[in-house]
Nanobody, 116 residues
Framework: QVQLVESMGGSVQPGGSLTLSCVAS????????MNWYRQAPGKERELVAN????????NFADSVKGRFAVARDNAKNRLYLQMSSLKPEDTAMYYC?????????WGRGTQVTVSS
């Protein structure tokens, strides 16, 4: 079965950096585009970034452009979200996502808190 497990969230001060990781299993990771979403308390879940199956194409939400990067290691079935210049408004639960064979799959998320 498809499994996505996020990790490496944490608490940082404004201006800090974090790199989130997602390990995938149960599907052909190297063939699928992957997404990072986030959801802050009381808000809708929003798409933060996506990356093509090769890693050659990426897209970002306007709110994170220039501060976040997304990468993948297809040999290790791993997806990364590199976050820098973090702001308090980046505080959210971050989720790894794949749409595989018409179904939406999510991990349990990893919490990122940006606070002084």
């Amino acid at each position: 079965q498809v499994q996505l497990v996020e990790s490496m969230g944490g608490s940082v001060q404004p201006g800090g950096s974090l790199t989130l990781s997602c390990v995938a299993s149960g599907f052909t990771f190297w063939e699928e585009p992957m997404n990072w979403y986030r959801q802050a308390p009381g808000k809708e879940r929003e798409l933060v970034a996506n990356i093509s199956h090769t890693g050659h194409s990426t897209n970002f939400a306007d709110s994170v452009k220039g501060r976040f990067a997304v990468a993948r290691d297809n040999a290790k079935n791993r997806l990364y979200l590199q976050m820098s210049s973090l702001k308090p408004e980046d505080t959210a639960m971050y989720y790894c996502n794949v749409v595989y064979r018409g179904h939406n799959y999510w991990g349990r998320g990893t919490q990122v808190t940006v606070s002084s």
